[in-house]
């Protein structure tokens, strides 16, 4: 499992290109360690997670949008 959260780590970090895949909620559980998928889903509702798409059915997340939300997130700490 280890090896899968740093190939998304490191597709978080590609720069805005296309990615090499988007990422899934279950990704983003594995990537922050969250406590299940619903969270992904309730910040979606809520509109407080990064911005996801969806692919006919399935709920998908841009790399680099999941990371300017991170990065977002950071800013306001700081401030």
């Known amino acids: 499992m280890g090896s899968r959260r740093l190939a ?11 990615p090499s895949r988007y990422l899934t909620p279950d990704d983003l559980v594995a990537m922050f360690d969250l ?6 889903y309730q910040w979606r509702r809520k509109r407080t997670g990064p911005r996801g798409f969806r ?3 399935h709920l998908r997340y841009d790399p680099a949008d999941v990371q300017a939300w991170v990065e977002s997130l950071r800013e306001r700490a700081v401030a």
């Open 35 to 40: 406590p299940s998928v619903e969270t992904v």
């Open 8 to 18: 998304v780590a490191e597709a978080a970090s590609e720069p805005r290109g296309l």
């Open 55 to 57: 692919v006919g059915r």
